[in-house]
């Protein structure tokens, strides 16, 4: 009765049932794993949440199939002001579609470029809602690595290695999603190479792409680069100003003329059969949108801070140059899995294990820089003293 992908099981993790299991009993577990910006105490008084939807508007409905033109003009701005620009290239409202999040705008772009069967790439160690998202659409996956030598950067040759005529997009996640490495200026040059001369169009998620903890001159703009394919740029409320109750993303479509008549076209058949995106949040875009610049501090300077603190009691963490985590790498007679589960049992504290985004063997954890400082350096703490007894207990 069901489609081929529904047909299979989708166990649930151990890790993650033995949390809810801890929760039924009513244990306190301490989510150092919580990425949720909503759940972690910021301020969000600015934002004036029982003013922000007032609006006479909402008792309208304009069904707009690429988002209120007001809207995409707002995004159109904050993508001007990241470089000085002539006027004649500034970005045109109309290559921007809003939809219900980045999520739904992967899937947007998956419907336009794929037939089913068709294969995207996507990195590894990476977001893990890739092979979801490529699964409910009938389409295959692989990967591609990214390596470390003091930051993450792709492995070209794992990219060439799988790319065949069936894939149609290549992920790249700017900052990428745990690791937090920006694309460098020369690893564009290498991803264009190949792009064109296969004509692969990119799928570019820069969701985390103004929380950056260094400067951005060096690195690639994927904004304000002229391709000779499709590039595709994803962002939204979610992330940008923290908001992600209020379902709101977009795409930006930076294309060469020959393909882009075609792209939005197609595009804007997808988004007006959803129709997906409520009036309410559109109507109230700018207020959220302007409120960015406050979250934003505060995020940066709590996930400064964290690092710092973690890097101090615990030097083997990896550089990161955005986003919001950080990964510990642990000692090598520490198994990943055993240790996580062991420390949610015993000491009620959640983190994920680096096999969550498909690292490769040796053992790390990924931990979320957005809770408060006290509760964070308090985790940090015992989870520190927990595995240096653990480690000890392994070499004896
Ligand atoms: C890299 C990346 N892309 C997309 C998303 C999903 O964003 P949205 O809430 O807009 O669907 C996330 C959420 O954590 C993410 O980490």
Redesign the pocket.
Known sequence: MFSEYFNKKFGQNRLVLMKDELQKQQFEILDLSE?NPTKCGFDYSALDIDNIFRSGNNLLYQPEPKGLFAVREKIAEYYNRRKNRFPSQEINPENIFL????????SHIFKILCNPGDEILIPKP??P?FEMLAGINYLKYKYYGLKYDGNWRIDFDSLENVITDKVKAIII?NP???TGNYLTLQELQKLSLICSQKGIPVIC?E??YDYNLITLNGKADFVNTEFDFPVFI??????ISAT?QF???WILVNSPDKYLKKINDSLEIVCDTYLSVNSIIQNSFEKVMNFRNEIQSQIKLRTVNNYNYLYTKYPQVYNIEG?WNAIPELTSQVDEEYFTENLLRTHKIFVHPGYFYNFDNSPRIVLSLLLPADIFNEAIINMISILRGYEKRQIH
């Open positions: 990425s939809t219900s999040g980045t999520s739904e705008s992967y990476g977001y809602l996640v990428n999603n745990p998620d969701v985390f994803l962002n939204g409320l979610s992330k992600p379902k709101l993303g986003g």
